[in-house]
């Protein structure tokens, strides 16, 4: 499944996460992924215990909207 991640943690940790899951380098200066990231299934219990313990928010969205904003 592709979601967004907001992370609420310092980059030291931020890289961590990235490398882990194998998500990109890329952050939004709001501190979200510049684009939606593939989360295995295998590694959704381990994301979402990560979230648990407030290092990130996982966030779902329509990215359709963003499209029909452009032109």
Known sequence: M???????CSWENIRK???????PHCVTVNGETCRPVDVRDEDWDLLK??????YIQ???KDDTDTDKNLG
């Open 58 to 60: 996982i966030r779902k």
């Open 17 to 23: 996460i990235e490398d882990r899951f194998g998500f």
């Open 2 to 8: 592709k979601v967004y991640i907001y992370y609420d």
């Open 49 to 54: 215990e990560t979230e648990r313990r407030g």
